[in-house]
């Protein structure tokens, strides 16, 4: 589950400046049984993640998320702004720092640039996935073409 600060029900290009901060993207605290589900989802079955004995025994104090898990937390809240992944062009994310069991993480971000090329309306952001302390966990940018509403 997640939860939005109020977002646009559509993005125009007219709408956004640069400096703008996007909505954030509230998620629900991280749990085993979410882990044990993106396993499943991903195919990546890396006890590291699901079994707590793993990662007690790495120094780590139990399971640890997905990097990749975390990934989609910012491109879930890329494409919700946005109004689905069409309007995506690039979409790229940097490891931080690692996610544990009750982690709620919150996803963030920034207009860095507005611009029109080739006859497409454009804008580039800086995301961020932090958890309730303030750690960034993740972080990354995306390019999206955005429809004018001429």
């Known amino acids: 589950m997640s939860e939005r600060t109020t977002a646009p029900a559509r993005v125009f290009f007219e709408d956004v400046s640069e400096g703008m901060a996007l909505p954030e993207l509230v998620n629900s605290p991280i749990t085993h049984t979410m882990l044990v589900k993106y396993a499943g989802a991903s195919g990546d079955f890396n006890p590291l993640h699901t079994d707590p004995a793993v990662g007690q025994k790495f120094g780590l104090g139990g399971p640890i998320a ?85």
Not at 119 to 148: M, Y
Request: hydrophobic share 35%; proline share 4%; glycine share 14%.
């Open 66 to 150: 997905h990097g990749m898990l975390i990934m989609g937390f910012l491109g879930h809240f890329a494409s919700d702004y946005l109004g689905g992944p069409g309007p995506l062009k690039q979409f790229g994310v940097r490891f931080k720092n690692m996610t544990r069991h009750g982690d709620v993480i919150t996803c963030s971000g920034v207009i860095t640039q507005k611009y029109e090329e080739d006859g497409q309306h454009l804008i580039k952001a800086n995301v961020f996935a932090k958890d309730q302390t303030g750690e960034v966990k993740a972080s990354g940018s995306f390019t999206a073409s955005l429809p004018a509403r001429a």
